[in-house]
């Protein structure tokens, strides 16, 4: 299986948090206006066919998906060169929750190339200086990430969280991937 993940397609990589609902108190809860409710959030980077490869830590809910990227995303790159992975020259496609300087800035460092839609709120004016680089046509292959959280979001004990402990969780992230990658 490590040696059919190593082949998989990692010239385009997507990056995306998923919040799930918690229904007793657990590690990593907080309070997220938009689900009205208590929830939990996981970062999952996937492949180019929507793999799930790599997974940031479990982070309370009341955080964006910037809060602590750069640690998280360093932490899931070692994860991946640690099985062998060759992620330099990637793409690493991210929706424009994602813009910030300095997580572009971290993936640049790992010799990767960010695609990342450019935020404009809270924008007044138009960016000055060079155009930042997005290929549309690489994003909208982004889809399969969708898919992939549409898969992970069937599994019950995942889309709604009765786990208290973020180690259990995680390891239902872990037999979710699992499955996916057979469906696949």
């Not at 690493?92 to 935020?119: L, Y």
Request: hydrophobic residues 35%; positive net charge; proline residues 2%.
């Amino acid at each position: 299986m490590a040696s059919l993940l190593r082949n998989s397609h990692t010239e385009k990589l997507n990056l995306d948090g998923t919040h799930s609902l918690v229904k007793k108190a657990a590690q990593s809860v907080a309070y997220q206006y938009r689900k009205r409710g208590r929830t939990s959030n996981i970062l999952v980077m996937t492949d180019g066919k929507g793999i799930p490869i790599a997974n940031g830590g479990i982070i309370s809910g009341n955080h964006n998906d910037l809060y602590g990227i750069v640690p998280q995303y360093a932490s899931m790159v070692r994860q991946l060169r640690a099985r062998g992975f060759c992620l330099e020259n990637s793409i690493q496609n991210a929706d424009k929750g994602f813009d910030s300087k300095s997580f572009r800035r971290a993936i640049q460092r790992r010799k990767m190339t960010p695609n990342i839609v450019e935020n404009l709120r809270n924008r007044k004016r138009e960016k000055r200086g060079r155009k930042r680089d997005f290929n549309q046509q690489v994003y909208d292959q982004r889809f399969v990430n969708e898919r992939c959280f549409a898969w992970v979001d069937s599994f019950r004990t995942l889309l709604v969280r009765f786990d208290t402990l973020d180690e259990s969780w995680l390891n239902w992230h872990y037999l979710a991937f699992a499955l996916i990658l057979l469906k696949v």
